[in-house]
């Protein structure tokens, strides 16, 4: 069966990751976050204090660290890494959330992340996530899906996240966090959050993932020539 490249995109807190894995299981391919790409050299420039208004060197960063996912698909988990360290919760934590936004609005950074992502995916079989996947990384990607979801509901499944996680947080100011990076992310210059002309869209609010799920496999369905038809 023909292997396609799958890209969901949307606003921080639609579902994304959640959704792109259980796709990814779904259909037996590999999951790329992408999100995480530019949370790495978020991270890595923060320890080695690189100024995040320098291109120069944050492109040399991104150029000498080695950046892997490490899958364990019986235990269903992801892990990413940086020159072979398991970096995965420490690019989670808020600060690095903040200095994300700044790095990922750096042409010369997503220019290395880009092409290691079309690397990743060029041969099919692929879900990536991230806010450019369906306009930049992969335009030519045979599904799309544009995730969204209320400010308010993002913000909220955001403050449970944390909560759960022990991290007490404000719900208001976790909200208006969310609101602040969707300006970001969507009014940056380079590259912003944009819904592809062709992207499937779905919005998560009210809908369980068991059902957004069954959404988007119909939309892959659709693609492989089967009769899945979206409502
Ligand atoms: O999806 P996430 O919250 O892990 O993304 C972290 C940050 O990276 C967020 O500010 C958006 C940015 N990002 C991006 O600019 N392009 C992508 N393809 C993925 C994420």
Redesign the pocket.
Known sequence: MKKLIIAIDGP?GAG?STLSKRLAAALGYVNI????M??AVALMAGRQQIPLDDAEALARLCHTMKLEFRRDAQAETEAVLVNGEDVSLAIRAPEV?LQ??KV?ACPAVRKELVCLQQRLGQGGGVVLE????GTV?FPQAEVKFFLTASAAERGRRRWAELQARGVDVDLPQTIAEVEA?DV??SNRLH?PLKRAADAINIDSDGQSIEEVLALMQRGVQCALGGKGQLS
């Open positions: 921080s994304k976050d992408t999100g995480a530019y949370r959330s994300t936004s990922a991230g806010r450019d996947i990384v990076r970001a992310d590259a």
